[in-house]
């Protein structure tokens, strides 16, 4: 059973920056791909950012192209998604989550997640 724990949230200015990680337990990690997904109060879940699980293959939502990067480093489990130049539209629950033997998607169709960490961008 994996478990995925999410970290990094926090409070930051329109303009800042902040690096969330998703930390996972449980065995072949790197058998997964991982997604970040957020959701804002009243709002769908929206697939922000997603890495295969080789770390090779990466998307981004339009909306944060260029301004987000995913990684992860198979050797501490981990995978990162260091957040440049944020919004208030970027204000969100922010969730990790892992797909077994299956390719990086941006649709909620992963059989595991964190329990999100809050994101809040405002001045």
């Known amino acids: 059973q994996l478990q995925l724990v999410e970290s990094g949230g926090g409070l930051v200015q329109p303009g800042g920056s902040l690096r969330l990680s998703c930390a996972a337990s449980?065995?072949?990690?790197?058998?997964?791909?991982i997604g970040w997904f957020r959701q804002a109060p009243g709002k769908e879940r929206e697939g922000v950012s997603c890495i295969s699980s080789s770390g090779g293959s990466t998307n981004y939502a339009d909306s944060v192209k260029g301004r987000f990067t995913i990684s992860r480093d198979n050797a501490k489990n981990t995978v990162y998604l260091q957040m440049n130049s944020l919004k208030p539209e970027d204000t969100a629950v922010y969730y990790c989550?892992?797909?077994?033997?299956?390719?990086?998607?941006?649709?909620?169709?992963?059989?595991?997640w964190g329990q999100g960490t809050q994101v809040t961008v405002s001045s």
């Open positions: 989550a892992a797909r077994l033997f299956a390719r990086c998607v941006l649709l909620p169709d992963y059989g595991y």
């Open positions: 449980g065995y072949t990690f790197d058998y997964y791909a």
